[in-house]
């Protein structure tokens, strides 16, 4: 199966400053990759999503890229602000399969 | 639409007993799935289902079951609670799998703590 490594396992950053989250995957036919944000006891919600014909996707502070041939894609937040602290998954999945494989999250703090 | 619904959110069970999660949707949604969430391990599929009648295996299935009668109802059964089985539960559904860029709503989640 499919395996996801997601790093780093925490971040702290200083308000205003990037944030860069890192996924690599194993099965080169994953072909969808979203990304999750989680807040403190609450549910995980999609940010952000890329698929496999598109290299890089924006939206606002947030940014996503792929590179396939490596089997790695990375979220990008721009000036950073407190409430971008949270816990962030990266997931894949392909077609063929019935499932996502989760990241095991980064954890995000933003020092005001 | 309330969307994602599950109860209880907070529970603490005795070793061996049983219980089931409950979830439910308003969305129409043909797959549903439910994850668990363990402090570094991220989300892990327990088991999912792409219709009515149709359920199969995640990554982590053993000890509990699942059921899918209707298209809005999803529920997870715990046979016989064990302490390994401490966790926060997810219930999550999507309009329908095998095109990717489905997103997948989650529910608010469970806590599940076995003494």
Not at chain 2, 6 to 34: I, R
Not at chain 2, 51 to 62: H, K, R
Not at chain 2, 84 to 112: D, K, R
């Amino acid at each position: 199966g499919e395996n996801v490594e997601q790093h780093p396992s925490t971040l702290s950053v200083q308000e205003g400053d990037s944030a860069v989250i890192k996924c690599t995957y194993s099965d080169s036919a994953s072909n969808y990759f979203p990304w999750y944000k989680q807040e403190l006891g609450k549910r995980p919600q999609l940010i952000i999503d890329i698929r496999s014909n598109v290299g890089e996707k924006k939206d606002q502070r947030i940014a996503v890229t792929l590179n396939k041939t490596a089997k790695h894609f990375s979220l990008h937040i721009t000036e950073t602000q407190p409430e971008d602290s949270a816990v962030y998954f990266c997931a894949t999945y392909r077609n063929t399969g019935n499932q996502f494989y989760f990241g095991t999250g980064t954890s995000l703090t933003v020092i005001p | 639409n309330a969307g994602v619904t599950q109860t209880p959110k907070f529970q603490v069970l005795k070793t061996g007993q049983s219980m089931t999660l409950q979830c439910a949707q308003d969305m129409n949604h043909e797959y549903m799935s439910w994850y668990r969430q363990d402090p570094g391990m991220g989300l892990r599929l327990i088991h999912y289902s792409v219709g009515a009648g149709i359920t199969d295996q995640g990554e982590v299935p053993n000890g509990y079951n699942v059921s899918r009668s209707t298209t809005e109802d999803f529920p997870l059964r715990l046979l016989s609670a064990a302490p390994s089985q401490t966790s926060v539960y997810f219930c999550a559904s999507s309009y329908s799998f095998g095109n990717s860029g489905n997103t997948i709503y989650f529910g608010e989640g469970s806590w599940l703590t076995v003494v």
